[in-house]
């Protein structure tokens, strides 16, 4: 145990020199029997299975148009938003739909359960010039991106927004074709914030006008939800957060070997870049590796990799951390069977409306999440039953839970039960694109089962 720990333990984790029994409730009572720590699995695979079937129901058999026209989204790539349109894609084949899917890039190849989609590229601009020849290209680019997308047989019209596209949303509508807009941030916002907005008016009136356009908008967050709301009055709205492959991401078997078996691994997967936090989890756990009382596993790249392989030098636990760079999806699973306890330590500056990915797959892998409470994730992460929330940027809070975590594997093994029964019954990609296919209005959402069964 560091001696920063013993000395500097906030009042939200207690004493870390308290027996385990004695632990703060936020780690709830290791002695409890594992029954009685978490939800019947049984119960939340069932419930699964229902939603399942509910949207075999709506969209068996339906001709889906999956719009993406972000320049920045490589479908098939390996980020976050090339990760959730894989997943909505995989969810409509799976009850049934043909899904053409309408992108500007595909961003590599694609994964082998996807390899048969049919993947139609929109128009792609040349690459130089500046903010604002970019933007006018887009802009310039609405309708021909619309007559891309072949409407003809089409039953739903299902399209991730972008800045600048709202023809194609425009077009189903007006051909009595079912349209979903799928918001995963406030985007006008974000893009004047970080990486600069010349076309402002026309980034609002396309944003306008998809809305008005779409039968529901479904957003990542409430905080989302309302920034649409606010900006179009009267949007029909409803809240879907980001979910998780359950299928995809399983716990670890009880007879995959650990790797260090008496040395517990604290995992990390996300973009190395400020507002992950990851130089947070690098300080924290610092002592706990340097002492051998865990190991670091840090999935991924970015711009701080650099900057934190030069402190872990200077710290002098480059044995114990082991970084894996810039990581395919399809290897994310496995290096998080390689996980006892998993971290999500965002900072203070993290914004409100964000829907972790991360967290999700944490809970689907079966371990305990010890995660800043900001942002949606007090909504995600139950404190003291499937993890531990903290105050963001907190490097001795962070450091005591990691401590009492690795310390105590019946504590790891109740939480990570109840973070997988939580992700099965509540977190799977099914209820995402569910949640929004039934808030179609009741006379689309008719129509759309009517053109199924025909």
Same mark, same amino acid.
């Given at each position: ?11 939200? +984790? ?10 703060? #409730? ?5 002695? #409890? ?45 390996? #980020? ?106 406030? +985007? ?84 190395? #870049? ?13 002592? +706990? ?6 190991? +670091? ?158």
């Amino acid at each position: 145990m560091s001696a920063t720990s013993r000395h500097e333990s906030p009042k939200s +984790l207690g004493d870390a020199q308290k027996p385990l029994a004695d632990a703060p #409730k936020s780690l709830g009572d290791a002695r #409890k029997p594992l029954a009685d720590a978490q939800k019947s699995l049984a119960s939340a695979q069932k419930s699964l299975a229902e939603v399942g079937e509910g949207l075999r129901r709506r969209v068996g058999g339906a001709r889906v148009a999956y719009v993406c026209a972000d320049p920045g989204i490589g479908v098939f790539g390996t #980020k976050g938003a090339s990760v959730h349109v894989q997943e909505v894609v995989r969810v409509l084949r799976a009850a049934g739909a043909d899904v053409v899917l309408h992108a500007t890039r595909t961003g590599g190849e694609p994964p082998a359960d996807l390899a048969d989609v049919v993947v139609q590229l929109l128009p792609t601009r040349p690459r130089g010039g500046d903010v604002r020849e970019r933007e006018a290209w887009l802009i310039a680019q609405d309708d021909a991106i619309a007559d891309a997308v072949d409407l003809a047989g089409t039953d739903l019209l299902y399209e991730r927004y972008s800045l600048f596209s709202a023809a194609a949303l425009e077009r189903a509508r007006a051909a009595g074709i079912p349209t979903v807009l799928e918001v995963n941030a406030p +985007l006008v916002d974000e893009q004047a914030a970080h990486r600069g907005l010349v076309h402002a008016d026309a980034a609002w009136e396309s944003l306008r006008r998809a809305v008005t356009a779409a039968d529901v908008v479904t957003c990542v967050s409430e905080p989302v939800a309302a920034w649409v709301r606010e900006h179009v009055p009267g949007a029909r709205t409803v809240v879907a957060a980001n979910g998780v492959n359950t299928e995809r991401i399983r716990p670890r078997e009880a007879h995959e070997p650990r790797e260090t078996p008496d040395v517990p691994t604290i995992g990390f997967v996300g973009t190395l #870049k400020p507002w992950h936090g990851v130089e947070v989890l690098l300080e924290a756990a610092a002592p +706990l590796v340097r002492d051998g009382v865990a190991r +670091l596993l840090i999935v991924g790249d970015g711009p701080l990799a650099a900057d934190l392989d030069a402190r872990a030098v200077e710290l002098g636990i480059t044995a114990g951390v082991e970084r894996t760079g810039a990581t395919d999806p399809a290897d994310v699973p496995a290096l998080l069977r390689r996980t006892d306890v998993a971290v999500a330590p965002y900072p203070a500056v993290a914004e409100e409306y964000f829907s972790p990915l991360k967290v999700y797959e944490y809970l689907a892998a079966g371990l305990p999440v010890v995660a800043s409470a900001v942002g949606q994730i007090p909504a995600v992460v139950r404190d003291g039953v499937t993890g531990v929330l903290l105050p963001p940027s907190d490097v001795v809070a962070l450091r005591d839970a990691l401590e009492l975590l690795c310390a105590h594997a019946p504590t790891r093994e109740r939480m990570g039960r109840a973070a997988r029964a939580d992700a099965v019954e509540h977190h799977g990609w099914e209820r995402t694109v569910a949640t929004a296919i039934e808030a179609l209005p009741p006379t689309v959402l008719d129509l759309l089962t009517a053109e199924e069964s025909a």
